[in-house]
């Protein structure tokens, strides 16, 4: 019943399927057929996301695009990719995440990349996978789905696994194109990209690195096409222009250059990709800068940490022009099995390296991170342990001045700002909601011009934190299946908020399907946005401040559909703490 409420609102068809995971997968791999554009595949421990969106904003220079959004990169957001784009668009980027061996081939299965690439292989994951070379191995999947003959790998040259999963994806062997990308390469490194026998046909490198007061990198962004002569001699041709980016970090150069040697390829000209990848802003909670009223600023850059990540992280903080003190909360990170403690200590050590002047570690894992920090040399007294975020938050409230900068490492706590100093809140939202989500209305609107009705009225819910907006459908998030009255109660945490209201929003909706007697529909409408509006307001009455109202009525084949919304706000604050 959930179902049919969800489609008839939005005049959608039901098919009834034995999984809804299989299916998708399905409707993707026949849709896949369908995609007359270059489908390119991205992975990688760290950087897929921020690479993602890089190379979709170069792309967009060469044509229409489709990248996947966000960061859903699984068994279901890869579906979703392939099933946005058009037949007719240019360029697909799908990101594909994994936590074993298999995954990866299995999403290439249905993707069918033409081009591949592969950011780095890192920790990430490394609790299921044991080792750096089985992560390599499960990565270069990737390089073993692309086609023989037309297929292009892009492989990162700094890392040392590139030559293993270009072994491994047998690419020379089954004629598929190589290009090389890296970073910081070394004198060695750029001496066998520009020699003539190397082994990739293109490449794309940065010299010349540097970052800004705010921690942004300039570089000269450097590309080398190979191409036979008559005589079959090789040459090479090296390209530079200026690069500038507007992401912070110098681990973003390497990404700047996996996604400059897509557009490369397909034949955009190096200040063209320069422009577009100065251009690209960051993922939020990727070294998001927020100005607090305070005086202070807070560097979130909470998303999915992992040590390669976090280690890139303070190198980015510590290189960033601050006034005043520099402050790191670092919190636990997941999926490193039995090598945690010693990953977490790794993190310490680095942060001791950057001379921060406050480390407070939340977590359990996260003491191994002091204890890393303190072992490298760090001060114990510049260290701090905590178990909850309200302890973070109270040592913050108490230390931060004008001036300072706070790098959010993982679970944190942005918690926040409102007017001064000093008040800094984290969001945590409980609301008990009671709600009749559908019922009948008999005579309550009697509505002419009409042989017959079909009436309704359902009540949809949502809690709302400052921007964000979860919606609670019958059927889900606690609403049950037949709609009847249900009580239960809701937690959520929203990282990085900033002294945001907390608020349950009710959607109440009267919906009528009426045949029609009358060829004046325009005028039989207005009629019925007057009767429905009375009715609202009676239903209304007395349960809430009235958000936004609309009406909307359509006709196919005789019958009337007509839907009046309305958005209030439930008061719930007393039953809400939001501090």
């Given amino acids: 019943q959930s179902c049919a409420l969800l489609a008839r609102e939005l005049g959608a068809a039901i098919i009834e399927v034995p999984n809804t995971a299989s299916a998708i997968t399905d409707l993707a791999r026949a849709w896949r057929s369908h995609l007359r554009g270059r489908v390119i595949g991205l992975t990688g421990s760290v950087g897929k996301t921020t690479t993602k969106n890089l190379t979709r904003d170069v792309c967009a220079a060469y044509g229409s695009v489709v990248a996947t959004k966000a960061n859903q990169n699984n068994e279901l957001g890869v579906p979703r990719t392939l099933l946005n784009a058009d037949p007719e668009t240019a360029v697909v980027v799908v990101e594909m995440g994994m936590r074993g061996r298999g995954q990866i081939a299995e999403l290439c299965d249905f993707v069918r990349p033409v081009w591949g690439l592969i950011t780095n292989v ?14 390599a191995r499960a990565k270069s999947e990737l390089f073993e789905a692309l086609p023989a003959g037309v297929g292009r790998a892009f492989a990162n040259l700094d890392d040392d696994f590139a030559a293993f999963m270009a072994e491994r994806g047998r690419l020379s062997e089954r004629s598929v194109a190589l290009s090389g990308f890296a970073g910081h390469p070394d004198a060695a490194l750029r001496g066998a990209l520009e020699r003539e026998s190397a082994a990739c046909d293109q490449a794309v490198w940065a010299e010349d690195v540097s970052l800004d007061a705010e921690g942004r990198p300039r570089f000269t962004l450097c590309a080398r096409d190979a191409a036979d002569h008559d005589d079959g001699a090789l040459f090479a041709t090296v390209e530079r222009v200026p690069c500038a980016l507007s992401l912070t970090g110098a681990h973003n150069v390497d990404n700047a250059c996996a996604a400059a040697s897509v557009g ?10 320069a422009a577009a990848l100065g251009a690209s802003v ?10 607090a009223r305070g005086g202070f600023t807070v560097i979130n850059d909470a998303y999915n940490a992992s040590p390669d990540s976090m280690r890139a992280s303070l190198a980015t903080f510590a290189a960033t022009d601050v006034a005043g003190r520099r402050i790191a909360v670092l919190g636990d990170m997941g999926e490193l099995g039995s090598f945690a403690p010693a990953y977490h200590e790794g993190v310490g050590a680095a942060a001791a390296s950057h001379h921060l002047d406050k480390l407070i570690c939340i977590g359990e894992l996260a003491r191994h991170i002091a204890a890393g920090a303190e072992a490298a040399g760090m001060d114990a007294a510049r260290i701090s342990r905590a178990d909850t975020v309200a302890d973070v938050l109270e040592e913050l409230d108490a230390l931060l001045e004008p001036g300072d900068a706070v790098l959010e490492g993982e679970t944190l706590v942005s918690g926040a700002v409102e007017s001064g100093l000093g008040t800094v809140r984290y969001v945590h939202a409980s609301a008990k909601i009671e709600a009749r989500t559908y019922y009948e209305l008999t005579a309550a609107a009697p509505l002419e011009y009409s042989e017959a009705v079909e009436a309704g009225s359902r009540t949809r819910w949502a809690l709302v934190v400052g921007n964000e907006r979860l919606n609670l459908y019958p059927g889900g998030s606690g609403l049950d299946e037949n709609c009847s009255k249900v009580t239960r109660e809701y937690a959520f945490e929203w990282p990085g908020v900033f002294s945001l209201p907390v608020s349950l929003v009710r959607e109440d909706i009267l919906e009528y399907d009426i045949v029609t007697r009358t060829a004046d529909t325009d005028a039989l ?23 936004s109202q609309s009406f909307s009525a359509s006709e196919s084949g005789g019958v009337l559909y007509v839907t009046l919304r309305a958005e209030c706000l439930e008061d719930i604050a007393a039953e809400t703490p939001a501090e």
Avoid at 264 to 273: K, W
Avoid at 535 to 546: I, Q, S
């Fill in 282 to 291: 960051p993922e939020p909670g990727r070294q998001e800068v927020i100005a």
């Fill in 264 to 273: 490369f390829a397909l034949g955009l000209d190096l200040a063209t990709i």
């Fill in 122 to 135: 890192g920790e990430s994951h490394i609790e299921l996978l044991g080792s750096r070379e089985n992560i």
């Fill in 525 to 547: 409408r207005q009629r019925l946005e007057e009767q429905l509006t009375s009715e609202l307001e009676r239903l209304l009455d007395g349960r809430g401040e009235a958000l």
